[in-house]
């Protein structure tokens, strides 16, 4: 009896013992089917990961929300061959800062996967607070290599936002070094700056600094940027300030007044290798060059370029070539032409001889009246350079700007040698922007301290005619005259296109004291020879001696110059000539009277559009006429014939 007492109580112990166990069963069961599993929830953001040197590593780094509001931090490179360790750093990339979370080391295909949910020093993080956090992301080469970075990239409120601006860095002193400038907005609203410069040599280090100003005008630092390496050529610095504490966004560079400027080292700061305007001083791309020509033959020339700002500021440069590495020349902007001259309207900065640079940042003229780019275009004046300060009435170098340009439209007119067979040469009109002419008379062998007036005749140089338009004398050292014009001396309005084809000629004539000798002489506009000529042979007669050629010159206009070169006649001749109808052999009447030869140099020149009844005759139709030329031994003395040639249709070709 007691024993089954006994049984009872142990099955009863064993029945409670399993139904516990049922209950601790059911129980742990109940919890496995209430506890969630921890997913993703769909919300990510993905951040760049750069290649660092020449790693050929790169990828991204992704962050995905997970149901419990930690993250899962996902790397993805290519280009890996091993594992790298990774991690979350304070700050950004470009600032630098201590570890913030581990990661997982990325295996040798390029993956990474870590949970997180905390910092390295326990502080909870959530996704938004991730996505958020002021650090960036490194990839190192190895455990025992911490210091080789192979990838890099900000993540969360550093994260570029793809929006930037890129300024230009041009070289300096130090030839072959030159770059770009580019400024990054980050998510958080302030700027990465990033120097890139090509030409720096391993082992430099080369300050850098955010300038005040233009680089032509020069200014205090603003801000102290990081040096830049002269192995990869590279500088990135975080902005959020300036070196004085204010504030200043991305959005605050693209007006601001500066530039970038990289000096040599810290213990040669005077020496500037790359340098660039930023900002509201960036450079739109349009510019207008004007060519600088050489001034007294000094041997130096170049060019000016004017070129517009964002700000709508001009930038002039100054090239010059041919100056001495001492000289130092003073620069102006005048008003007029350099054939009138004016007074200074803008003081430019010395032209340095060693360069033969000068960089002007221009607003307004020289009595404080702004003036923009656009408004150079059509300005009204010349750039001109002196020799020194204490020479500053010798030019160097000058040129016509603005509205004086010249369109590189011009016609050439020969001058013929007078009274000097020696002294010759050429007048060129050339057009301006404006619709001006510049005339420009060019002599050679003219004396150092002769002046010549010159000026414009009405009419053919063979018939004569009024001055029209008086030129400026030119000048005996350098046979040279400039002048522009717009209107003749009656103040009737003349523009190049109405003076290249104008009925006219110029005269050069010896002195001031003596205008009845000229030293040279041609024909202008329309009476300009197109360079299609006929010459014909004038034989003697009656044992004269006199023999020579008659020459029918084509002019622009179609109509004819005839002259007649003889030898053989005598000082004090005056010879009647004429071009007859028929033939030497079958002799006509006069058909067109020429101008009388004269004796003492053999010469008559005529300009001829009809004949003697008034019929229109062009070159055309003379170098096709059946006529001869004769030249008479005097008004006088008609019958004597001196000398007479066929011409036309009775002359082969």
Same mark, same amino acid.
């Given at each position: 009896?007691?024993?089954?007492?006994?049984?009872?109580?142990?099955?009863?112990?064993?029945?409670?013992?399993?139904?516990? *166990?049922?209950?601790?069963?059911?129980?742990?069961?109940?919890?496995?089917?209430?506890?969630?599993?921890?997913?993703?929830?769909?919300?990510?953001?993905?951040?760049?990961?750069?290649?660092?040197?020449?790693?050929?590593?790169?990828?991204?780094?992704?962050?995905?929300?997970?149901?419990?509001?930690?993250?899962?931090?996902?790397?993805?490179?290519?280009?890996?061959?091993?594992?790298?360790?990774?991690?979350?750093?304070?700050?950004?990339?470009?600032?630098?800062?201590?570890?913030?979370?581990?990661?997982?080391?990325?295996?040798?295909?390029?993956?990474?996967?870590?949970?997180?949910?905390?910092?390295?020093?326990?502080?909870?993080?959530?996704?938004?607070?991730?996505?958020?956090?002021? +650090?960036?992301?490194?990839?190192?080469?190895?455990?025992?290599?911490?210091?080789?970075?192979? *990838?890099?990239?900000?993540?969360?409120?550093?994260?570029?936002?793809?929006?930037?601006?890129?300024?230009?860095?041009?070289?300096?002193?130090?030839?072959?070094?030159?770059?770009?400038?580019?400024?990054?907005?980050?998510?958080?609203?302030?700027?990465?700056?990033?120097?890139?410069?090509?030409?720096?040599?391993?082992?430099?280090?080369?300050?850098?600094?955010?300038?005040?100003?233009?680089?032509?005008?020069?200014?205090?630092?603003?801000?102290?940027?990081?040096?830049?390496?002269?192995?990869?050529?590279?500088?990135?610095?975080?902005?959020?300030?300036? #070196?004085?504490?204010?504030?200043?966004?991305?959005?605050?560079?693209?007006?601001?007044?500066?530039?970038?400027?990289?000096?040599?080292?810290?213990?040669?700061?005077?020496?500037?290798?790359?340098?660039?305007?930023?900002?509201?001083?960036?450079?739109?791309?349009?510019?207008?060059?004007? #060519?600088?020509?050489?001034?007294?033959?000094?041997?130096?020339?170049?060019?000016?370029?004017?070129?517009?700002?964002?700000? +709508?500021?001009?930038?002039?440069?100054?090239?010059?070539?041919?100056?001495?590495?001492?000289? #130092?020349?003073?620069?102006?902007?005048?008003?007029?032409?350099?054939?009138?001259?004016?007074?200074?309207?803008?003081?430019?900065?010395?032209?340095?001889?060693?360069?033969?640079?000068?960089?002007?940042?221009?607003?307004?003229?020289?009595?404080?009246?702004?003036?923009?780019?656009?408004?150079?275009?059509?300005?009204?004046?010349?750039?001109?350079?002196?020799?020194?300060?204490?020479?500053?009435?010798?030019?160097?170098?000058?040129?016509?700007?603005?509205?004086?340009?010249?369109?590189?439209?011009?016609?050439?007119?020969?001058?013929?040698?007078? *009274?000097?067979?020696?002294?010759?040469?050429?007048?060129?009109?050339?057009?301006?922007?404006?619709?001006?002419?510049?005339?420009?008379?060019?002599?050679?062998?003219?004396?150092?301290?002769?002046?010549?007036?010159?000026?414009?005749?009405?009419?053919?140089?063979?018939?004569?005619?009024?001055?029209?338009?008086?030129?400026?004398?030119?000048?005996?050292?350098?046979?040279?005259?400039?002048?522009?014009?717009?209107?003749?001396?009656?103040?009737?309005?003349?523009?190049?296109?109405?003076?290249?084809?104008?009925?006219?000629?110029?005269?050069?004539?010896?002195?001031?004291?003596?205008?009845?000798?000229?030293?040279?002489?041609?024909?202008?506009?329309?009476?300009?020879?197109?360079?299609?000529?006929?010459?014909?042979?004038?034989?003697?007669?009656?044992?004269?001696?006199?023999?020579?050629?008659?020459?029918?010159?084509?002019?622009?206009?179609?109509?004819?110059?005839?002259?007649?070169?003889?030898?053989?006649?005598?000082?004090?001749?005056?010879?009647?000539?004429?071009?007859?109808?028929?033939?030497?052999?079958?002799?006509?009447?006069?058909?067109?009277?020429?101008?009388?030869?004269?004796?003492?140099?053999?010469?008559?020149?005529?300009?001829?559009?009809?004949?003697?009844?008034?019929?229109?005759?062009?070159?055309?139709?003379?170098?096709?006429?059946?006529?001869?030329?004769?030249?008479?031994?005097?008004?006088?003395?008609?019958?004597?014939?001196?000398?007479?040639?066929?011409?036309?249709?009775?002359?082969?070709?």
């Amino acid at each position: 009896m007691k024993t089954m007492k006994t049984m009872i109580k142990k099955l009863s112990k064993l029945t409670f013992l399993l139904l516990l *166990a049922g209950v601790v069963i059911t129980s742990c069961n109940d919890d496995e089917d209430t506890v969630p599993e921890n997913k993703p929830t769909g919300n990510s953001e993905t951040f760049t990961l750069n290649e660092i040197s020449p790693s050929g590593v790169l990828g991204t780094i992704k962050f995905e929300e997970l149901t419990d509001k930690s993250t899962r931090v996902t790397i993805s490179l290519s280009g890996t061959v091993g594992n790298h360790p990774a991690h979350i750093h304070i700050n950004t990339a470009a600032q630098g800062g201590g570890i913030a979370i581990d990661l997982t080391t990325v295996d040798a295909s390029g993956a990474s996967v870590t949970d997180v949910s905390a910092m390295n020093d326990g502080t909870a993080i959530t996704y938004a607070q991730l996505i958020e956090f002021n +650090g960036y992301v490194n990839v190192h080469k190895s455990s025992s290599e911490l210091a080789i970075i192979i *990838a890099q990239g900000d993540i969360g409120k550093n994260a570029l936002t793809g929006n930037s601006m890129d300024y230009e860095l041009f070289e300096a002193a130090v030839q072959g070094i030159s770059g770009k400038v580019t400024f990054s907005e980050r998510e958080n609203g302030e700027a990465l700056v990033t120097i890139v410069l090509a030409g720096t040599s391993d082992g430099g280090d080369h300050p850098a600094h955010v300038h005040l100003n233009t680089v032509a005008e020069g200014g205090a630092i603003a801000v102290s940027l990081t040096n830049v390496d002269g192995g990869s050529g590279v500088s990135k610095t975080n902005v959020s300030k300036l #070196d004085d504490d204010s504030p200043i966004m991305y959005a605050d560079w693209a007006d601001f007044n500066g530039y970038v400027q990289v000096h040599n080292s810290s213990s040669d700061l005077g020496t500037i290798i790359a340098r660039g305007d930023i900002g509201q001083n960036k450079l739109t791309g349009n510019s207008e060059d004007y #060519d600088l020509v050489e001034a007294k033959e000094s041997g130096i020339s170049g060019k000016v370029t004017f070129m517009e700002r964002m700000n +709508g500021q001009t930038l002039v440069v100054l090239k010059l070539v041919g100056t001495p590495a001492d000289g #130092d020349h003073p620069a102006h902007i005048h008003a007029n032409t350099v054939a009138e001259g004016g007074g200074v309207m803008v003081a430019l900065t010395n032209v340095d001889g060693a360069s033969g640079m000068s960089m002007t940042n221009v607003k307004e003229l020289k009595d404080g009246t702004a003036i923009s780019y656009s408004e150079w275009t059509d300005f009204n004046g010349y750039v001109q350079v002196h020799k020194s300060a204490a020479e500053i009435s010798i030019p160097i170098t000058y040129g016509d700007i603005g509205m004086n340009k010249l369109t590189g439209d011009s016609e050439t007119y020969t001058l013929n040698a007078k *009274a000097f067979p020696n002294i010759s040469g050429m007048a060129v009109f050339a057009k301006r922007k404006s619709g001006k002419t510049l005339v420009t008379l060019k002599l050679e062998n003219t004396e150092m301290d002769a002046s010549h007036p010159a000026h414009i005749h009405i009419n053919t140089a063979a018939e004569g005619g009024g001055i029209a338009i008086d030129l400026k004398a030119v000048d005996g050292e350098s046979g040279m005259s400039w002048t522009s014009i717009n209107k003749m001396n009656d103040d009737t309005e003349i523009s190049y296109d109405e003076l290249i084809v104008f009925n006219g000629y110029i005269n050069v004539h010896n002195s001031s004291g003596d205008l009845g000798t000229l030293v040279a002489q041609g024909d202008i506009g329309q009476n300009g020879l197109t360079g299609t000529m006929k010459q014909y042979t004038m034989n003697e007669q009656n044992a004269s001696g006199v023999s020579g050629t008659v020459t029918f010159y084509e002019r622009n206009n179609g109509f004819t110059l005839i002259t007649l070169a003889l030898m053989g006649t005598i000082d004090g001749g005056d010879h009647p000539s004429h071009i007859h109808s028929g033939s030497v052999a079958s002799p006509g009447g006069v058909v067109i009277s020429l101008t009388n030869v004269n004796g003492k140099t053999g010469m008559s020149m005529t300009s001829v559009s009809k004949m003697n009844d008034d019929t229109e005759v062009t070159y055309s139709d003379l170098i096709g006429f059946n006529g001869y030329a004769q030249v008479h031994n005097s008004g006088a003395d008609l019958a004597t014939i001196l000398t007479n040639g066929d011409i036309g249709s009775n002359v082969g070709d």
